[in-house]
């Protein structure tokens, strides 16, 4: 089995900014592809960004592209996910995901995002709340 572990998370005013880490234990996670999906008051799960397990290929959600930056670091065990210039909307609760299951290559060659049921490790989550 494999655990993933969030933190980092907050609250700060609209244009703040937050860095989220994911810390992954109980098995070798670096030649997993790796994302960040978030869950706003109400609204369903939602893809945020993936990383490749090289760390060579990234896919953002439009409503975070240009604010946000996922990274990794196989040697620390960690993802990471730089949220800059944050909005309200950005209040959720951000989880880190582990593809096992292959659904975020997939999902990066066919040009779609990928969707909860690409990612078979989950954390717990960390919640970010962002006031006006």
């Known amino acids: 089995q494999g655990q993933l572990g969030e933190s980092g998370g907050g609250s700060v005013q609209a244009g703040g900014s937050l860095r989220l880490s994911c810390t992954t234990s109980g098995r070798d996670f670096s030649e997993y592809n790796m994302a960040w999906f978030r869950e706003g008051p109400g609204k369903e799960r939602e893809f945020v960004a993936a990383?490749?397990?090289?760390?060579?290929?990234?896919l953002y959600a439009d409503s975070v592209k240009g604010r946000f930056a996922i990274s990794r670091d196989n040697a620390k065990n960690a993802v990471y996910l730089q949220l800059s210039s944050l909005k309200p909307e950005d209040t959720a609760v951000y989880y880190c995901?582990?593809?096992?299951?292959?659904?975020?290559?997939?999902?990066?060659?066919?040009?779609?995002?990928?969707?909860?049921?690409?990612?078979?490790?989950w954390g717990q989550g960390t919640q970010v709340t962002v006031s006006s």
């Open positions: 990383i490749s397990w090289r760390g060579n290929r990234t």
């Open positions: 995901a582990a593809d096992g299951l292959g659904g975020t290559a997939r999902a990066m060659n066919h040009g779609r995002i990928p969707g909860v049921s690409d990612y078979d490790f």
